[in-house]
Protein backbone atom coordinates (compact mmCIF):
# COMPACT_ATOMS: atom_id res chain seq x y z
CA UNK A 1 0.00 0.00 0.00
CA UNK A 2 1.04 3.71 -0.68
CA UNK A 3 1.59 6.01 1.98
CA UNK A 4 3.20 9.19 2.58
CA UNK A 5 4.21 10.69 6.23
CA UNK A 6 4.97 14.32 6.54
CA UNK A 7 7.20 14.93 9.98
CA UNK A 8 6.09 18.74 11.29
CA UNK A 9 3.08 20.06 10.75
CA UNK A 10 4.36 23.18 11.42
CA UNK A 11 7.84 24.41 10.44
CA UNK A 12 8.85 27.92 11.16
CA UNK A 13 12.50 29.22 9.75
CA UNK A 14 13.87 32.75 9.67
CA UNK A 15 14.13 34.66 6.21
CA UNK A 16 17.39 33.48 4.64
CA UNK A 17 18.03 30.63 6.59
CA UNK A 18 17.71 27.01 5.11
CA UNK A 19 14.28 25.35 4.56
CA UNK A 20 13.72 21.90 5.24
CA UNK A 21 10.30 19.68 4.81
CA UNK A 22 10.40 16.19 5.36
CA UNK A 23 8.59 13.72 3.54
CA UNK A 24 8.78 9.41 4.12
CA UNK A 25 6.78 7.51 1.49
CA UNK A 26 5.91 4.32 1.29
CA UNK A 27 5.20 1.98 -1.72
CA UNK A 28 5.83 -1.86 -2.61
CA UNK A 29 7.34 -0.60 -6.91
CA UNK A 30 9.93 1.99 -7.65
CA UNK A 31 7.60 4.98 -6.83
CA UNK A 32 6.82 8.72 -8.45
CA UNK A 33 7.08 11.19 -5.79
CA UNK A 34 5.95 14.71 -5.96
CA UNK A 35 5.97 18.23 -3.91
CA UNK A 36 2.46 20.30 -4.40
CA UNK A 37 2.56 24.53 -2.68
CA UNK A 38 -0.47 25.40 -1.76
CA UNK A 39 -0.84 29.29 -0.75
CA UNK A 40 -3.70 30.83 1.02
CA UNK A 41 -7.23 30.31 -0.22
CA UNK A 42 -5.61 29.16 -3.46
CA UNK A 43 -5.49 25.32 -5.15
CA UNK A 44 -2.51 23.08 -5.17
CA UNK A 45 0.15 23.66 -7.38
CA UNK A 46 3.25 21.56 -8.75
CA UNK A 47 6.50 22.27 -7.04
CA UNK A 48 8.87 19.76 -8.65
CA UNK A 49 8.80 15.99 -9.05
CA UNK A 50 10.72 13.12 -9.29
CA UNK A 51 10.11 10.12 -12.05
CA UNK A 52 12.53 8.85 -13.01
CA UNK A 53 16.57 9.19 -13.80
CA UNK A 54 18.43 11.90 -11.84
CA UNK A 55 17.71 11.35 -7.51
CA UNK A 56 18.22 15.09 -7.12
CA UNK A 57 15.40 16.96 -8.61
CA UNK A 58 14.97 21.31 -8.81
CA UNK A 59 11.62 22.66 -8.84
CA UNK A 60 9.94 26.14 -9.18
CA UNK A 61 11.42 29.29 -6.50
CA UNK A 62 14.58 27.92 -5.88
CA UNK A 63 13.29 24.53 -4.43
CA UNK A 64 14.53 20.94 -4.78
CA UNK A 65 14.28 17.13 -3.06
CA UNK A 66 16.01 14.15 -3.13
CA UNK A 67 15.18 10.74 -3.75
CA UNK A 68 16.86 8.18 -1.43
CA UNK A 69 15.12 4.84 -2.02
CA UNK A 70 17.73 3.35 1.33
CA UNK A 71 15.87 5.75 3.69
CA UNK A 72 12.37 5.73 1.82
CA UNK A 73 12.89 9.63 1.85
CA UNK A 74 12.05 13.14 -0.88
CA UNK A 75 13.19 15.64 1.59
CA UNK A 76 12.09 19.14 0.11
CA UNK A 77 14.79 21.97 0.66
CA UNK A 78 15.35 25.40 -0.59
CA UNK A 79 18.83 27.46 0.78
CA UNK A 80 17.48 30.57 1.75
CA UNK A 81 13.57 31.38 2.62
CA UNK A 82 11.88 33.95 1.44
CA UNK A 83 9.00 35.83 3.03
CA UNK A 84 6.95 34.54 -0.27
CA UNK A 85 7.49 30.63 0.36
CA UNK A 86 5.18 30.91 3.36
CA UNK A 87 2.72 28.15 2.18
CA UNK A 88 1.31 24.77 3.17
CA UNK A 89 3.23 22.08 1.73
CA UNK A 90 1.91 18.38 0.81
CA UNK A 91 4.75 15.62 -0.23
CA UNK A 92 2.61 12.77 -2.78
CA UNK A 93 3.12 9.28 -4.16
CA UNK A 94 1.87 7.06 -6.62
CA UNK A 95 2.77 4.08 -8.16
CA UNK A 96 0.82 4.38 -11.25
CA UNK A 97 0.25 7.38 -11.96
CA UNK A 98 -3.54 7.81 -12.08
CA UNK A 99 -3.95 8.24 -8.42
CA UNK A 100 -1.97 10.04 -6.22
CA UNK A 101 -1.56 9.67 -2.35
CA UNK A 102 -1.09 12.60 -0.17
CA UNK A 103 0.87 13.42 3.21
CA UNK A 104 -0.79 15.51 5.69
CA UNK A 105 1.14 18.60 4.75
CA UNK A 106 3.34 20.56 6.43
CA UNK A 107 3.21 24.42 7.13
CA UNK A 108 6.05 26.83 6.23
CA UNK A 109 5.88 29.69 8.70
CA UNK A 110 8.52 32.28 7.68
CA UNK A 111 9.85 34.49 10.23
CA UNK A 112 11.30 38.26 9.19
CA UNK B 1 -4.98 28.26 -21.97
CA UNK B 2 -6.58 24.55 -20.79
CA UNK B 3 -8.00 24.66 -16.99
CA UNK B 4 -9.74 23.50 -13.89
CA UNK B 5 -12.55 24.87 -13.04
CA UNK B 6 -15.12 24.83 -9.66
CA UNK B 7 -17.93 26.83 -8.87
CA UNK B 8 -19.10 28.10 -6.50
CA UNK B 9 -16.24 28.99 -4.65
CA UNK B 10 -18.07 29.83 -1.37
CA UNK B 11 -21.35 27.71 -0.37
CA UNK B 12 -23.48 28.07 2.35
CA UNK B 13 -25.95 25.28 2.98
CA UNK B 14 -28.81 24.20 5.21
CA UNK B 15 -28.33 20.70 6.53
CA UNK B 16 -30.26 17.63 4.71
CA UNK B 17 -30.65 19.82 1.11
CA UNK B 18 -28.56 18.29 -1.92
CA UNK B 19 -25.28 19.83 -2.48
CA UNK B 20 -23.57 20.31 -6.31
CA UNK B 21 -20.29 21.33 -6.73
CA UNK B 22 -19.09 21.31 -10.00
CA UNK B 23 -15.74 20.74 -11.64
CA UNK B 24 -15.03 21.43 -15.56
CA UNK B 25 -11.57 20.89 -17.10
CA UNK B 26 -10.67 21.50 -20.72
CA UNK B 27 -6.99 19.72 -20.36
CA UNK B 28 -8.89 16.79 -22.11
CA UNK B 29 -8.09 14.61 -19.16
CA UNK B 30 -9.29 11.08 -18.58
CA UNK B 31 -8.76 11.36 -14.57
CA UNK B 32 -10.87 13.31 -12.36
CA UNK B 33 -10.83 13.32 -8.94
CA UNK B 34 -12.47 15.16 -6.04
CA UNK B 35 -10.74 15.86 -2.35
CA UNK B 36 -11.94 17.42 0.94
CA UNK B 37 -9.14 19.32 2.83
CA UNK B 38 -10.03 19.24 6.45
CA UNK B 39 -7.24 20.50 9.33
CA UNK B 40 -5.44 17.81 10.56
CA UNK B 41 -6.32 15.22 7.61
CA UNK B 42 -4.41 16.94 4.62
CA UNK B 43 -6.24 15.72 1.38
CA UNK B 44 -8.64 12.94 1.22
CA UNK B 45 -9.74 11.23 -1.81
CA UNK B 46 -13.29 11.13 -2.31
CA UNK B 47 -14.70 9.94 -5.30
CA UNK B 48 -12.35 9.33 -9.15
CA UNK B 49 -12.85 8.62 -12.21
CA UNK B 50 -10.52 7.19 -14.86
CA UNK B 51 -13.01 8.20 -18.27
CA UNK B 52 -16.48 8.46 -19.22
CA UNK B 53 -19.07 6.86 -17.28
CA UNK B 54 -16.12 5.55 -14.93
CA UNK B 55 -16.48 6.13 -11.25
CA UNK B 56 -15.24 4.96 -7.77
CA UNK B 57 -15.30 5.04 -4.22
CA UNK B 58 -12.10 6.67 -2.43
CA UNK B 59 -11.66 6.74 1.00
CA UNK B 60 -14.11 8.88 2.50
CA UNK B 61 -16.95 8.36 -0.05
CA UNK B 62 -20.38 7.83 2.05
CA UNK B 63 -22.75 10.39 1.62
CA UNK B 64 -21.45 11.85 -1.81
CA UNK B 65 -22.14 10.52 -5.55
CA UNK B 66 -20.68 11.25 -8.75
CA UNK B 67 -21.24 11.03 -12.47
CA UNK B 68 -19.18 11.43 -15.44
CA UNK B 69 -21.44 12.13 -18.40
CA UNK B 70 -18.34 13.37 -20.40
CA UNK B 71 -14.50 14.30 -20.37
CA UNK B 72 -14.66 17.48 -19.22
CA UNK B 73 -17.12 17.62 -16.28
CA UNK B 74 -17.04 15.44 -13.09
CA UNK B 75 -20.21 17.15 -10.48
CA UNK B 76 -19.76 15.97 -6.67
CA UNK B 77 -23.01 16.02 -4.91
CA UNK B 78 -23.75 15.66 -1.48
CA UNK B 79 -26.91 13.77 -1.46
CA UNK B 80 -28.17 15.35 2.50
CA UNK B 81 -25.72 17.95 3.55
CA UNK B 82 -24.36 16.98 6.67
CA UNK B 83 -22.54 19.40 9.29
CA UNK B 84 -19.52 17.07 9.34
CA UNK B 85 -19.32 18.41 5.65
CA UNK B 86 -18.07 21.43 6.51
CA UNK B 87 -14.59 21.77 4.54
CA UNK B 88 -12.85 22.70 1.03
CA UNK B 89 -13.34 20.75 -1.71
CA UNK B 90 -10.54 20.55 -4.60
CA UNK B 91 -11.28 19.00 -7.87
CA UNK B 92 -8.22 17.81 -9.95
CA UNK B 93 -7.26 16.41 -13.12
CA UNK B 94 -4.50 14.08 -14.69
CA UNK B 95 -3.62 12.55 -17.94
CA UNK B 96 -1.99 9.59 -15.91
CA UNK B 97 1.67 9.64 -17.16
CA UNK B 98 3.35 11.22 -14.38
CA UNK B 99 2.64 15.02 -15.19
CA UNK B 100 0.85 15.00 -11.60
CA UNK B 101 -2.20 16.27 -10.90
CA UNK B 102 -3.60 19.84 -12.05
CA UNK B 103 -5.94 21.61 -8.93
CA UNK B 104 -9.31 23.77 -9.07
CA UNK B 105 -8.78 26.86 -6.80
CA UNK B 106 -11.21 24.82 -4.06
CA UNK B 107 -14.89 25.25 -3.19
CA UNK B 108 -15.18 26.50 0.51
CA UNK B 109 -18.91 24.74 1.62
CA UNK B 110 -20.18 25.24 5.01
CA UNK B 111 -23.10 23.41 5.97
CA UNK B 112 -25.39 25.10 9.00
Known sequence: AQSVTQLGSHVSVSEGALVLLRCNYSSSVPPYLFWYVQY???GLQLLLKYTTGATLVKGINGFEAEFKKSETSFHLTKPSAHMSDAAEYFCAVSETGNQFYFGTGTSLTVIP | DAEITQSPRHKITETGRQVTLAC???W????MFWYRQDLG???RLIHYSYGVQDT??????DGY??????????PLTLESAASSQTSVY????????WHGYTFGSGTRLTVV
Open chain 1, 40 to 42: PNQ
Open chain 2, 24 to 26: HQT
Open chain 2, 28 to 31: NHNN
Open chain 2, 41 to 43: HGL
Open chain 2, 56 to 61: NKGEVS
Open chain 2, 65 to 74: SVSRSNTEDL
Open chain 2, 90 to 97: FCASSDGR
